[in-house]
């Protein structure tokens, strides 16, 4: 699946890295086999019980067969459940996938009474900073597959993600509210417990991926980052697939504008080109991210 066109430059924002190059072309790797896009399902249409739902403006929607969807929570607002832009139905995870796939090792060698070692660290951060496949390869197989992916995600209170069949973790499905659940474990300071059976990522291991997930490099810097004023976390995932010729283009992470920390989460697939999946990611967070504040 070679990348055939590098995503749009954009003005430089103060804080925030802009350089956009045919880098990417380095971090998309033929890993995943055919697959037809599942279609969203009746009971992914809503979002979670307390969230609040809307439909993006005709400026932001989706042409031809793509759709996105986006889910925002203010950290520093009064409510706890996200506000969702569009259905919160399952797409593909390509790469935002290796968020997960970290927090899982995290926890797996906390319950071992050992932290990573070095070299599961150096795999961590090629795998989180520049997307490199094979150490996520390496860091999915060491987890267990996908259903070491089940057993952390039950702990990290996430309910509608399902791990990608044998090592095709980027074909994990999940929805945009699952992922801000995600990013809330390591984000959000009143989410540090789990609400599964077991305690979530302790201290340490959330500092450790807010680390990496604010050093991406600098080619891969789009994305929910199109929202941000003066700051921003992310992980970004693209991925065309076979069956169709079209992209799974995803972002998330934390953004701070207007001196307000948000949650962030942008999924999209059935895009034409890479080019144009990033152009509606990043049109949708903005949006999302906009409407949320001014409610």
């Known amino acids: 699946m070679p990348y055939r066109t590098p995503p749009p430059s ?23 086999a055919a697959g037809a896009l599942a279609p969203a399902t009746a ?31 203010d950290l520093d607002g009064t409510g706890r459940q996200p506000a969702l832009y569009g259905a919160d139905a399952p797409y593909d995870t390509a790469s935002i996938i290796k968020v997960d796939i970290l927090a899982a090792r995290l926890l797996q060698a906390r319950d071992s009474g050992h932290g990573l070692t070095a070299q599961e660290r150096a795999q961590a951060e090629k795998m989180i900073e520049h997307s490199d496949n094979a150490a996520a390869n390496d860091l999915w197989r060491r987890i267990g597959l996908a259903p070491g992916l089940q057993k952390a995600n039950k702990r990290l209170g996430l309910t509608s993600t399902t791990g990608g069949p044998g090592g095709k973790w980027g074909l994990t499905r999940t929805t945009a509210s699952d992922q801000i659940r995600l990013l809330r474990t390591v984000f959000d300071t009143g989410a540090a417990k789990g609400t599964g059976s077991g305690t979530a990522l302790d201290d340490a291991s959330r500092a450790y991926i807010r680390t990496l997930m604010g050093k991406v490099a600098d080619e891969q810097s789009w994305g ?33 504008t207007g001196g307000h920390h948000y949650l962030v989460a942008v999924l999209s697939d059935g895009n034409k080109s890479m080019k144009d999946g990033v152009a509606l990611v990043e049109r949708a967070a903005r949006t999302a991210v906009s409407t949320t504040r001014a409610r």
């Open 224 to 256: 929910v980052s199109a929202a941000a004023g003066s700051g921003w976390e992310l992980k970004n995932g693209w991925l065309q697939r076979n069956t169709t010729n079209l992209w799974d283009v995803n972002s998330v992470g934390r953004i701070t």
């Open 43 to 73: 009971a992914a249409a809503s979002g979670p019980a307390g969230s609040t739902t809307a439909d993006f403006p005709s400026t932001v929607r989706a042409q031809g067969k793509a759709r996105v969807t986006a889910a925002v929570l």
């Open 10 to 32: 954009r003005p430089r924002i103060p804080g925030r890295r802009t350089a956009l190059t045919g880098g990417l072309a380095a971090a998309v790797a033929a890993l995943f």
